[in-house]
């Protein structure tokens, strides 16, 4: 499957998600990700989800309205910084590891950190304890507290994962 490009975006629409990234990352996050110069499109990836390139390499989905950057993006952010730090993240222990590659939801049991200021329904990403490397990106089912204290049940609703249909085709 390729990607195919429905139309460039506009300064006005990109500077919308330089602002979205602002608010959940912080202004240097964000101007790491995305800037006003830079080339942006957007294509379909199904009826619901939109990959959103960036100089011609997918970066962002867009799914109900609400943008995120794509796991092969977090990626290759974290050959420089470290994601166990930023604003929502949820860090889990090596044996969550295989669960969540597989497209599982993240339990509360593997959990080892998260951010506190995640509340249920934001977008996260997952990370892996030992390395910092991004292995999903999710929708929050509790709090971020409640996912560094409750010993079980749901965490995260995983909807893109390192290896599933997007991944294949934003890094293959």
Known sequence: MNLKVKH???KKEIRQIIREMESLFGREIAE???GRKDRVEVADFDRSTEIILVNGKPFFIRRKGLIFPLVAALYEISNEEDLRKWPR???????????ILKGADVMAAGIVDA???????DFVFVVEEEYGRPLAIGTALMSGRDMKEKPKGKAV???HHAGDRIWELTVG
Request: no cysteine; glycine share 12%; charged share 25%.
């Open 157 to 159: 609703k995983n909807i």
């Open 8 to 10: 460039p975006l506009s």
């Open 89 to 99: 993240r949820v860090v889990v222990d090596s044996g969550a590891v295989p669960f």
């Open 115 to 121: 951010d506190e200021n995640v509340r249920e329904g």
């Open 32 to 34: 790491g990700m995305l």
